[in-house]
């Protein structure tokens, strides 16, 4: 089974003991699991005052990694955020960009939020709502954060019909609210988890509707994968999930 | 959607378990759990798919969400008679732990674990009825020491949340532990209590943690063998809440080697139950 991975990140993350991938360790690390391709952000673009080094470098350093897609982080929240997606999507590898609205401090109903989607979809790109990156019980105890409401992203996802969307890091309750009410919205199977997960999470969502995502390094690689892996599914449904319907999203 | 398995998937299980090259026994699992709206009839596919995956035991800890934090002696009475019919339907595969509400006294404690014992039960479950460093503790861990029990006790690294006034957190534990070093302990979720909790256990021999809880966080069992040693860290998945492919991808696919990771997935287990 070949893998397309939704969720992964490069840098270094301060607040735990999670390796910290350069493209090429990232690309080596995730090779033995049978992740042929993933989607990889850089994670200095999380905590850094702008986003703009580090979608640089990610750009410079994943040229001629044909496994690794680079997904820019774009902060809507800052004044620059036109020149700044102007800047990264003139790379043509470039075809979606992700947001974190709960560590940049914005609300997806913010009026930049709706701007950033209008010029996404002038521009043709995709957008990745990253919901969260660590469990909220698990943050590091200086930091206040949330996921993203489920209720905001159900509004943005009605305002936006055209935009597509791909939301990373959704609980298994959060996924049950929005994916019968969003059918063109995709999620990752990064945060989701029941026993048999994939099975339960068909109950509501559609098969067209998952991803793989491993959320490497935050998680490991094969406790993630193995949702998919040890998955009691038609071997169909699995080759979507697993990869078929990330490369529809992002050709 | 039918919960039976088809021969593809039992094959496929199968072909995971040579993958996985070894054995398990899960000492953290709840396969009647009213949340998931299956009840007694939910047990048996759970427990098909935990044989699936090479699991050739499981600890019933019972349905500890149905009736609230604080359930009452016959509620808890009717958890464990669940308990109780599934390690009858099942004996050979199936450990019962007796789940207790401390709060509700001495004699009801008292009662309630005699009753469990009589039916073979090897173990006490408690949850989050009471913080694990208060008074009402001192009956529950009597029983223990006195029966030869384990006791499994919730615990999370609560820094953030702030209901310690009945939600245990690892130095909790670690008082619990330490108060009654003649009990052996299991402290759970591992990944809830996180690096904070493996540090403020680590002092108590007579404690283990189980590697469940939450998402399969990268690093947490190796930083746990490291400071606790290999055989204080036991694996449990929290079923139906997790997933058993990816509990025990935890372990599988930590940077442990291989006797390590038997250790975790069996031997730990089999030697703290005194199972054959």
Known sequence: ?251 | MSLRYPSRTVAKAKRNLAEIFMRAIDVHTHPILREDRRGRTGAGPLLARARAHGIEHVVALGDVLVHGRSPTAAQIRRINDDTAWLVAQHPEFVTGFCYLNPTLGEHAVRHEVERCVARGFRGLKLEIANNARDACMRPVMAAAEHHGLVVLQHAWSMTKIRQRRYHTDPEDVATLARRFPNVRIIMAHLTGCGVRGVLAVKACANLVVDTSGAAPEEGLVEFAVEHLGANRVLYGSDVPVRDFGVALARVTGSRLDDATKRKILRENARALLRLP
């Open chain 1, 1 to 251: 089974m070949n893998y397309f991975d939704a969720n992964t990140w490069v840098g270094r993350w301060p607040f735990s003991f999670q390796p910290a991938h350069t493209p090429r360790t990232l690309v080596a690390h995730l090779r033995p699991h049978g992740v042929r391709r993933a989607l990889v952000s850089p994670l200095d673009a999380v905590l850094a005052p702008s986003p703009g080094p580090a979608n640089r470098d990610l750009l410079r350093t994943t040229r001629g990694l044909a496994a690794l897609v680079p997904v820019p982080i774009i902060n809507p929240g800052l004044a620059d955020w036109r020149e700044e997606l102007a800047v990264v999507a003139a790379d043509s590898r470039v075809r979606a960009v992700r947001v974190l609205p709960n560590y940049h401090s914005y609300r997806l109903r913010s009026r930049a939020m709706h701007a950033l989607a209008a010029e996404l979809t002038r521009r043709r790109l995709a957008l990745i709502v990253q919901v969260r990156l660590v469990d909220e019980r698990h943050e590091f105890h200086a930091m206040r954060l949330k996921g993203v409401p489920p209720t905001d992203l159900d509004r943005f996802l009605k305002q936006h019909p055209k935009l597509r969307v791909l939301a990373c890091g959704l609980t298994r309750n959060e996924l049950f609210k929005l994916a019968p009410e969003h059918p063109h919205l995709l999620a990752d199977l990064s945060f989701v988890e029941w026993h048999d997960t994939l099975r339960d999470a068909l109950t509501k969502a559609s098969p067209r509707q998952l991803v793989f995502g491993s959320h490497t390094p935050f998680f490991i690689t094969a406790a993630s994968r193995a949702k998919v892996s040890t998955a009691a599914i038609r071997p169909r449904t699995m080759a979507a999930i697993a990869g078929g319907n990330l490369a529809r999203f992002h050709p």
